[in-house]
């Protein structure tokens, strides 16, 4: 198992890895929840809507590191 098999797990891991990453963020902030309705006075229904916005900026943070990586290794497939 070389060359490209050894490519793919390392690909699998940087994966798990970011998938772990935005679990951990996000439980962090919804552990945070209620000091964060607390300060701001929000609803239930705004704080669904921070955890969203938080959630999709964080992963969308994520799509151009992925891209520039597979851009300038035009061999991994």
Do not use: C
Not at 9 to 28: E, N, P, S, Y
């Amino acid at each position: 198992m070389g060359g490209m098999g050894t490519r793919r797990w390392w690909a699998l891991g940087a994966m798990v890895l970011a998938v772990f990453a935005v679990t951990l963020d996000v439980t962090v902030l919804t552990v945070a929840l209620p000091t964060l309705a607390g300060a701001l006075k929000a609803s239930e229904s705004q704080l669904q809507w921070f955890v969203t916005a938080y959630t999709l900026a964080l992963v969308a943070g994520m799509l151009p590191a992925g891209r520039s990586e597979t851009a300038t290794d035009a061999s991994f497939s």
